[in-house]
């Protein structure tokens, strides 16, 4: 064991204090990091959560958008339409009928949402 020739006692005393103050100062800079890492964390989680709601919202908007639209239908679908009458021979058919009968088409080509 070293010992100095002359030690002072309240110097020893005073770095004592400073290093136990410099332990308290960094023991509550690692805590303040440790809670911005859970904040960042849980920031994160957040916004992959709603980044993969947009994304599902997205795809579901295009699937409607494709339904509505006669251009996304196969080729035969798009005759159907554009015949009307002349091509089923059902010239007596009711407008309301027309379009359960067309609503039916697009739910069957419609894309499965067992995904949801």
Do not use: H, W, Y
């Not at 004592?16 to 904040?39: F, G, I, P, Y």
């Not at 920031?43 to 997205?58: F, V, W």
């Not at 509505?68 to 002349?86: F, K, L, R, V």
């Amino acid at each position: 064991m070293t010992t100095f020739p002359t030690q002072d006692p309240p110097a020893v005393v005073e770095v004592a204090l400073a290093v136990q103050l410099e332990r308290l100062r960094v023991t509550e800079a690692l805590v303040a990091c440790n809670n911005a890492v859970v904040r960042l964390k849980d920031a994160c989680t957040s916004l992959r959560q709603k980044s993969a709601i947009i994304s599902r919202l997205e795809r579901e908007l295009e699937i409607l958008r494709q339904s509505s639209t006669p251009s996304s239908m196969n080729p035969s679908a798009q005759q159907e339409i554009q015949c009307g009458d002349s091509c089923t021979g059902t010239g007596e058919q009711a407008d309301d009928e027309k379009g359960v009968k067309f609503e039916r088409r697009v739910r069957e080509k419609r894309p499965s949402s067992a995904c949801r």
